[in-house]
């Protein structure tokens, strides 16, 4: 199957061209507009600073299903404690260049760039994107980001500073989330972290099934 080029006009190929590694299309650019519509038609952007926008739907998909979350014992132990304050919202900059910045083995750099950062700074202002945040002692210490769509969440990056408060503040947003009627948080592609929190793997026709109808639903 072709790789498809994306220009200045917004749409987006079926999911099912998309090559084995889940590559769909490449250009086009980051608006508002055109992430939404990437997003409810279970399609993301994942490319480093120096390339065009590539556009990703692996089969399978990761995810987590609220109801599934996995909390260990030394979490709840860490939850109890209150060493940790949950917040949403009050530092989505902050957050997303934390992201940006954070070191992680095996990467050289980051696929956060400049015009990610921008594009995902107007989701946030147009009320799309969203941030869940773990401060200790008045100081950001750990977190994530991602785009809250009808009931459906996809999570982007997170980040820590602090051991357990990414954690934290994930389980503390699945939590908000599943209270307002949100049915599935997409992790996108496997990491291991995710997997010890609940997630697991299923089928590209299955998650982008449940994208369309979830997307389509007003938010809680």
């Not at 994930?170 to 997630?199: M, P």
């Given at each position: ?141 750990g977190g994530l980001y991602g785009l809250w769509m009808g009931n459906a969440f996809f999570g982007e990056s997170m980040f820590a500073h602090k051991s357990n408060a ?34 697991r793997m299923i089928d590209r026709e299955s998650f982008t099934a449940l994208v369309g109808r979830l997307t389509n639903q007003p938010r809680g």
């Open positions: 199957m072709p790789l498809h080029l994306l220009d200045h006009t917004i749409w987006f190929p079926p999911v099912s061209d998309a090559l084995d590694d889940g590559l769909l299309a490449v250009g086009g650019d980051l608006s508002v507009e055109r992430l939404l519509l990437a997003y409810h038609n279970g399609i993301f952007p994942w490319f480093n600073e120096d390339e065009p926008p590539m556009w990703w739907s692996p089969d399978p998909r990761f995810v987590l299903f609220p109801d599934e979350l996995k909390v260990s014992k030394s979490m709840k132990q860490v939850l109890r404690r209150g060493e940790f304050e949950f917040r949403v919202n009050t530092a989505f900059e902050q957050v997303i260049t934390n992201c940006r910045n954070v070191y992680r083995e095996g990467q050289g750099g980051t696929w956060i760039g400049d015009d990610v950062v921008a594009s995902y700074i107007e989701m946030h202002k147009a009320g799309h994107a969203f941030s869940a945040e773990a401060w200790q002692h008045g100081v950001l210490v990414s954690k934290f503040a994930f389980i503390n947003w699945v939590g908000l989330l599943q209270k307002r009627g949100v049915q599935l948080i997409d992790c996108q592609v496997y990491t291991e972290h995710l997997e010890s929190l609940g997630a």
